[in-house]
């Protein structure tokens, strides 16, 4: 199994940065598609964005395009999630989450990703 533990969030004002970073151990993270989602309060996960393995294709939310940058280390088995201009609508607890590969990682979604790390608080707030 993979585990996951994200870090990174934090209190940014409105146009600041942040960059998350998920560590994961327990398993062959090379082989893993890794995703990032989001929940705010009193709303669903949504995802933000992912990363397959293989080729490292990525998709992003087109709430976050241009914005986010998506990447990942294998060597460190760590991914990452570079956020700028920052808006308050970003503001919501960010999850990392690993699912096998097989099919783009854009083609997963909550109910179908394997782990999740325990989230990481992110608040855009002036």
């Known amino acids: 199994q993979v585990q996951l533990v994200e870090s990174g969030g934090g209190l940014v004002q409105p146009g600041g940065s942040l960059r998350l970073s998920c560590a994961a151990s327990?398993?062959?993270?090379?082989?893993?598609?890794m995703g990032w989602y989001r929940q705010a309060p009193g709303k669903d996960r949504e995802g933000v964005s992912c990363?397959?393995?293989?080729?490292?294709?990525?998709y992003y939310a087109d709430s976050v395009k241009g914005r986010f940058t998506i990447s990942r280390d294998n060597a460190k088995n760590t991914v990452y999630l570079q956020m700028n201009m920052l808006k308050p609508e970003d503001t919501a607890v960010y999850y990392c989450?690993?699912?096998?590969?097989?099919?783009?990682?854009?083609?997963?979604?909550?109910?179908?990703?394997?782990?999740w790390g325990q989230g990481t608080q992110v608040t855009v707030s002036s």
């Open positions: 989450a690993a699912v096998l590969s097989g099919r783009h990682c854009s083609q997963h979604s909550v109910n179908t990703y394997d782990y």
């Open positions: 990363i397959s393995s293989g080729f490292e294709s990525t």
């Open positions: 327990g398993s062959i993270f090379s082989i893993y598609h």
